[in-house]
């Protein structure tokens, strides 16, 4: 079974930064993709950025510019960093993995919350 352990997220102010960590217990050098994603209240899950195989990187619109997704495969981790954040990113934020036949694991999710 693998297993995803997120870190990294809290309460800051609306132009602040934080990073978040994505600990997975498994190799990721062969992982089809990774990625977070992001749930706000009473609204659905929603993609905000992903990282392929190879390093393709795709980011939602609402965040382009201002989110960086990076890998550390050392250390089998994906982070997210989150700068010049808005209180319209305050969710609950998950990292998600895809095996290359195509099997989804999911952390348990951490609170971002934006203060205006």
């Known amino acids: 079974q693998v297993q995803l352990v997120e870190s990294g997220g809290g309460l800051v102010q609306a132009g602040g930064s934080l990073r978040l960590s994505c600990v997975v217990s498994?190799?990721?050098?062969?992982?089809?993709?990774m990625g977070w994603y992001r749930q706000a209240p009473g609204k659905q899950r929603e993609s905000v950025a992903t990282?392929?195989?190879?390093?393709?990187?795709n980011y939602a619109d609402s965040v382009k510019g201002r989110f960086t997704i990076s890998r550390d495969i050392a250390k089998n981790t994906v982070y997210l960093q989150m700068n010049s954040l808005k209180p319209e990113d305050t969710a609950v934020y998950y990292c998600?993995?895809?095996?290359?036949?195509?099997?989804?694991?999911w952390g348990q999710g951490t609170q971002v919350t934006v203060s205006s």
């Open positions: 998600k993995i895809q095996t290359p036949i195509r099997m989804d694991y």
């Open positions: 498994r190799n990721i050098f062969s992982l089809a993709s």
């Open positions: 990282i392929t195989n190879g390093g393709s990187t």
